[in-house]
């Protein structure tokens, strides 16, 4: 036992990078809605970026740590104190055992990530440990955290090298409007030309109807030439379905592995830091761009966690 759940919040889940090779079968890829955060938390204690951590949505959990390691806190800012002091975000952080992190309320953004050095001695499941809620598949049991569960370090570092160097900007900072980069398609010729110009040109707003599975928006209607239903398809994480009412869904991490509405366009993944942290009553807008565009992004993002890594080596020298 390294860590007691005393309260569990809103929904405190395990999550990695997804459970892939299996939607043939129907069992979707979960994982982290913001995977940028959860690896930087990652890269901050040396572990593998894909290592999994808690995902902690709104409303965090009360941790009681009784074994001594470094923790990583990434994403929105949702009040976190470690034994009643603020605790800083994107840094290596030493909790002793018999210290307690709280998650005080929401300041941004939706989801905080809670990285342990040497990682959570969770199972995999299908070849990841993320939880898939629906399903009850992997994690802790399947399920969101509960009061009263315990949880064990697999390989704990209670000394790491050079701690006070493992420090990095803040990478979420809320914005009024957010702007999602976007590549049209795969059915974007079922919309009329002025539906097109609707979608890429018009403001939209989060509405409640906001999970793991999916974002619904408010706003201006994507006109369609001959309704929004088609033959039952494969969805991508960032899909973004336009049903014959004409309002934008954008599907998320654990949404289905297939289905029947037209899809205008899909999210880039580099902007997945931004559509994991919005919520009810935020502002999006979507800018289209190449597919050239959105390779060039990724690749920018991943020198930037490869200088990290080199970074942190470097200074063990």
């Known amino acids: 036992m390294s860590i007691r759940v005393i309260q569990p919040g809103v929904q405190t889940t395990v999550q990695d990078l997804g459970r892939f090779g299996y939607q043939q079968f129907g069992v979707p890829v979960a994982g982290a809605m913001d995977p940028r955060s959860m690896k930087l938390a990652n890269l901050l204690l040396d572990n593998d970026p894909g290592e999994a951590v808690l995902e902690i949505t709104i409303m965090g959990p009360q ?27 994107y840094q290596a952080v030493k909790v002793e055992a018999g210290q307690t992190i709280r998650f005080l309320g929401i300041r941004n953004g939706c989801r905080a990530y809670l ?68 590549i049209l398609g795969p059915q974007d010729d079922h919309f009329t030309e002025e539906g097109i110009k609707t979608f890429c040109s018009e403001v939209y707003t989060v509405s409640a109807e906001f999970d793991r599975m999916g974002c619904r928006l408010e706003g201006p209607i994507v006109e369609h030439k001959n309704g929004g239903d088609i033959i039952s398809d494969g969805i991508a ?48 807008n979507f800018v289209p761009i190449t597919v050239e565009q959105a390779q060039n992004a990724l690749r920018l993002e991943q020198q930037y966690f490869q200088m990290i ?9």
């Open 63 to 89: 941790l009681a740590f009784d074994e001594t390691n470094y923790v990583a806190l990434t994403g929105g800012d949702l009040g976190a104190t470690l034994d009643g002091k603020p605790m800083p975000r």
């Open 237 to 284: 994480f960032g899909a973004i379905q336009v049903p014959s009412a004409g309002k934008p869904i954008i599907m998320a991490a654990d949404r289905q592995t297939t289905g029947g509405y037209t899809k205008i366009a899909t999210v880039c993944s580099v902007d997945f830091r931004f559509l994991g942290q919005l919520k009810g009553g935020d502002k999006v």
């Open 115 to 182: 990285a342990f050095a040497g990682g959570l001695d969770i199972p995999p499941v299908m070849g990841s440990r993320s939880t898939y809620l629906k399903a009850k598949i992997g994690g802790f049991k399947g399920r969101k955290l509960e009061a009263g569960d315990e949880l064990s370090f697999r390989e704990p570092k209670p000394d790491l090298d050079f701690p006070e160097r493992r420090r990095l900007g803040i990478d979420f900072t809320p914005q009024k409007q957010y702007e999602l980069h976007v």
């Open 309 to 317: 890594t080199d970074f942190f080596k470097r200074d063990r020298t």
